[in-house]
């Protein structure tokens, strides 16, 4: 059976919710489902969106000033509880290495989909 | 847990609850007759748990009340009714003591009655009710049945939990090989289970006998051609590779790695006479699909009740749903590295998707063929359970009397998927530098910011940068003499540069001092005029940003 359009809507709402935290870290082992953070190099806060009744934009902008010895090589979005520090990991992704330098700004942008 | 032995005044190494009525024998007995610090043949009974947080730490600690009843060697008399027994003491009618307090509607009912001859004869409880004559104990499934017809006729029970002493599953497996011939190069177990199984397992072959095992703590065993034999919670592991070039025209084919079933009828381990945990759950979406019905039958030993049996058949049903769009994928070329078990990104028409490689060949014409399956957790579980038909012998516990209350159970499978896309832009920033008013340095000719300024490139070096003026010129007065206009003050003027005098008269000047402007030359004009009413800057000072981008580059993530 069908699971209907109004629940997905209510779990895009609740999604929504649940994103307020996009790291970016320096380590590129491959990613799991099992993984539970990141080798944090800068924490910022995205941008969340609903866009329309299945999805989510995550945005998050490292500008100029954010400058990293080591390279970029994954991306990590979470939920973290400001008032008693608990987190829920919600996605990780290994990327292709990058360099973050005062010359460039990088932008990360994802789109989470119920369907 | 604990072991007990029937109360007999000379035997002083008698390990007995102390709650209860049993407090009162401890402090009269107990004054005279020490309790023993060592017993042997007896168990410890503790609660052994995993934390479920990163530490994993596993935790031993003292049980309460709460967790366990013990069984008390107290008898209670018993007096059959339909579909009920009474119990009461032994010498009279009174409800009796189980657990710490009287037996009414409203306390804590035993879990079950045990034969006081023979204990392999249990009854479940389903209720306890008040009655004028000791109390009313309800039983499933008993309706139009007498205890008779179970070979149960003693007139005496105990009450409580029954235990049965086992070895952790991880342990036990090494145990059976350690006992067995075999002729395996390396028997090892990973991880350490917390599941504790006892079963009795002569003349049962290994590979039955630790499948039996794998049912209860979902561990999986996995033997390769070298003769290493692995016993682990997950067989599958990521590999960080893809599959994909197919060589020539490979094909693809859904090759489902279990039968279909679309109806599943999960038994579990009964414990006492009156038990039935035989749930049979349908998923009617499926059978209406498939026009008919398919049924498949699964013994779990973990299943002791029937809700956990009703979650067991749906979790089954969703999973076999999955296996049937297991995929075949042939001719594979250059990937002879791949072994069974790898989680690998297998690159179809779709997009990319994790698969779990489940059977391969690898041939001498250097191509691989697949058996590959969607990957999800829980599916060791799955072909655990699918996987072998072959069963223990528990039939001293088995209960196969028909059931008194038919129920219904359906199962639908609705899934909601939840998807990722991203994308990252880096873009190239040329220089940045913050908002700040025009150095003398950079308002150098031919660099001087004057007017409406948006945008301004260096000529010379350095990075391009931005401007925005208008900015801001003093106007002052002064006066000329020779080669020389003097001020009050010259801050904020550029060391060289042009200035307007009176809105008419425009001059050029090379040098600058704190009050003066030398090597004045006219530049257009009639004359310079001696005494200068209002004196400023030809080019004003701009506000200067220099924020350069490049292009925006776009990748996938």
């Known amino acids: 059976m069908p699971m209907l359009n109004s629940i997905k809507r209510r779990l895009v709402e609740h999604l929504a919710t649940l994103v307020n935290e996009l790291h970016v870290g320096s380590d590129g082992t491959i990613a799991t489902s099992e993984d539970g953070g990141a080798r944090t190099l800068a924490r910022v806060v995205p941008r969340v969106q609903i866009l329309d009744d299945t999805s989510i934009l995550v945005e998050g902008v490292l500008n100029s000033s954010h400058v990293f010895s080591k390279a970029i090589q994954e991306v990590y979005l979470q939920y973290k509880d400001a008032n008693t520090g608990e987190f829920i990991p919600v996605y990780r992704a290994d990327i292709h290495s990058l360099t973050k330098s005062a010359e460039n700004e990088v932008r990360f942008s994802f789109i989470l989909e119920v369907s | ?557």
């Open chain 2, 1 to 557: 847990m604990m072991a007990y032995t029937f109360p007999s005044p000379t035997n002083s190494t008698r390990v007995a609850p102390k709650a209860g009525r049993a407090n009162a024998i401890h402090d009269e007995i107990g004054a005279v007759a020490e309790e023993p610090t060592f017993i042997d043949n007896a168990v410890h009974h503790v609660r052994y748990e995993t934390t479920q947080d990163l530490s994993k730490k596993t935790q031993v600690s003292k049980p309460n009340q709460e967790h366990f009843q013990p069984t008390h060697p107290r008898r209670y008399r018993l007096t059959e009714e339909d579909s009920s027994v009474r119990l009461a003491h032994l010498d009279h009618e009174d409800a009796p003591f189980f657990n710490g307090e009287q037996m009414s509607a409203t306390s804590s009912r035993p879990m079950l009655l045990i034969d006081s001859q023979s204990h392999i004869l249990r009854l479940r409880t389903q209720s306890l009710s008040d009655t004028n004559k000791g109390v009313r104990v309800g039983l499933n499934n008993m309706r139009g049945k007498s205890l008779d017809v179970f070979g149960m006729n003693a007139s005496k029970v105990h009450a409580g939990q029954i235990v049965s002493i086992g070895m952790r599953s991880t342990d036990l497996v090494e145990k059976l090989f350690s006992k067995g011939l075999h002729g395996l190069t390396s028997v090892s177990t990973a991880g350490q289970s917390t599941q504790f199984v006892a079963q009795n397992f002569n003349s049962i072959v290994l590979p039955t006998a630790i499948r039996y095992i794998g049912r209860n703590d979902h561990f999986i065993m996995y033997y390769d051609r070298f003769g290493n034999f692995l016993y682990a919670p997950k067989i599958f592991k990521n590999k960080d590779r893809q599959l994909g070039n197919q060589r020539g025209v490979g094909e693809t084919k859904v090759n489902p790695i279990v039968e279909v079933a679309n109806r599943i009828t999960v038994k579990g381990k009964g414990i006492a006479l009156n038990d039935s945990l035989s749930v049979q759950v349908d998923d009617s979406e499926a059978q209406k699909k498939q026009g008919a019905i398919k049924q498949m039958r699964i013994k779990d030993p973990t299943v002791n009740n029937e809700s956990k049996a009703r979650v067991t058949a749906g979790q089954l049903l969703r999973l076999n749903k999955k296996a049937q769009g297991a995929l075949q994928s042939n001719k594979h070329a250059q990937s002879w590295d791949f072994e069974p078990g790898d989680i690998v990104e297998y690159k179809s028409a779709i997009g990319n998707t994790k698969q779990a490689i489940v059977e391969l060949t690898h041939s001498s014409t250097g191509e691989s063929h697949f058996q590959l399956i969607s990957y999800e957790a829980g599916l060791e579980a799955v072909i655990n359970s699918f996987g072998d038909d072959a069963d223990i012998d528990d039939e001293k516990d088995a209960t196969d009397y028909s059931n008194q209350v038919v129920s219904i159970n359906k199962s639908g499978v609705g899934s909601i998927v939840l998807r990722v896309r991203g994308g990252i832009d880096v873009r190239p920033v040329a220089h940045s530098l913050s908002r700040s008013l025009t150095t003398d340095t950079n308002n150098a000719s031919p660099n001087h910011h004057a007017g409406m300024l948006l945008g301004h490139r260096n000529s010379g070096y350095g990075a391009g940068r931005s401007a925005l003026a208008f900015g801001i010129s003093p106007r002052i007065s002064g006066s000329h003499a020779g080669t020389t206009i003097t001020v009050t003050s010259t801050n904020g003027f550029a060391s060289s540069g042009h200035l307007i005098l009176d809105d008419q008269t425009f001059v050029s000047y090379s040098g600058l001092g704190a009050t003066t402007f030398t090597g004045v030359t006219l530049v257009s004009g009639a004359s310079i005029p001696g005494s200068i009413g209002t004196l400023r800057m030809l080019r004003p000072r701009a506000h200067e940003m220099r924020n350069t981008k490049g292009l925006r580059i776009r990748r996938k993530i």
